[in-house]
């Protein structure tokens, strides 16, 4: 799985990587911004998600849609992933897709108070930032002349076609390294919109879900590396945190009775 992330491009420099563990929660690794509690991103169950911008109608007061997203990233499959995006109280309208290392991909469109499921059979699958479920393209905003939502998702479906049963991180790479019809390419540089502000692609995130590891680049794509980062440790590390843990527990029970917890039956 994959995204980049295109923005104003003054939002380049905020770009950040986190990495959060937190106790009783898979580990997660995720492409954010300060102040956002998560975007896209993959834990260490090997549930990945992705998220961009649609145009609908009907936006609402809701849940805003990182918190969505981080609350995915503590789901143990891609139906229980899916399950956060279609229970929850919507407020406007985004693509998400959720994967899992079994292989289950599914895509989540939403609006403001609706959503549409497109289960993922192709071996590749491509959104951009406008709505294509039918059930939803009553509530869609006219996609925008100016844009290149179009264009951007047809030459991904193309590149990526081109390698079916050969994909790797270094094909999806290469597709988001592109610049074919530029200013209007996958790596945007600078793209300018209606508002007068330029759209770049502020960065990008690569997913492994089978290895578990992730390759994030902050920045344009074509310019900067991608870093890899491995959740596959997990298991190891969750273990000596459960022995942190006891090793806490014993000295706060040294410190009230005043024994050594090794004292006594010697098997704490
Ligand atoms: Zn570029």
Not at 149 to 167: F, M, P, Y
Not at 218 to 231: A, D, W, Y
Request: glycine fraction near 10%; aromatic fraction near 6%; charge should be negative.
């Amino acid at each position: 799985m994959g995204q980049t992330w295109d923005m104003f491009a003054e939002a380049e420099k905020t770009v950040i990587g986190m990495r959060i563990r937190i106790d009783d929660e898979p580990e997660l690794v995720t492409l954010a911004y300060p102040g956002c509690v998560g975007m896209m991103g993959m834990n260490s169950l090997g549930v990945g998600v992705t998220g961009n911008n649609l145009r609908p109608t009907d936006a609402q007061p809701g849940v805003p849609w990182t918190f969505l997203c981080r609350k995915v990233l503590t789901s143990e499959n891609a139906e229980d992933a899916a399950r956060v995006l279609t229970e929850a109280p919507l407020c406007s309208g985004h693509n998400f897709i959720v994967g899992d290392a079994q292989g289950v991909g599914i895509d989540i469109e939403t609006t403001g108070a609706r959503c549409g499921r497109f289960d993922i059979s192709e071996p590749t699958f491509v959104h951009t930032n406008h709505i294509t479920h039918p059930s939803l393209l009553s509530l869609a905003e006219p996609i925008d002349p100016m844009g290149c939502t179009v264009e951007r998702g047809c030459r991904l479906d193309s590149l990526l076609r081109s390698e079916r049963g050969n994909i790797d991180v270094s094909s999806v790479q290469r597709a988001f390294r592109d610049h074919e019809g530029k200013p209007r390419s996958v790596c945007s540089h600078d793209y300018p919109v209606a508002s007068g502000n330029r759209i770049r692609t502020c960065g990008a995130l690569i997913m492994n879900l089978t290895q578990r590891k992730a390759h994030m680049v902050k920045g344009l794509p074509c310019q900067g590396e991608f870093e890899e980062i491995s959740l596959a440790s997990i298991v190891t590390e969750k273990r000596s945190a459960w022995s942190n843990e006891a090793t806490t527990y014993r000295n706060h029970r040294y410190a009230r009775d005043g024994r050594h917890p090794c004292e006594g039956s010697g098997k704490t």
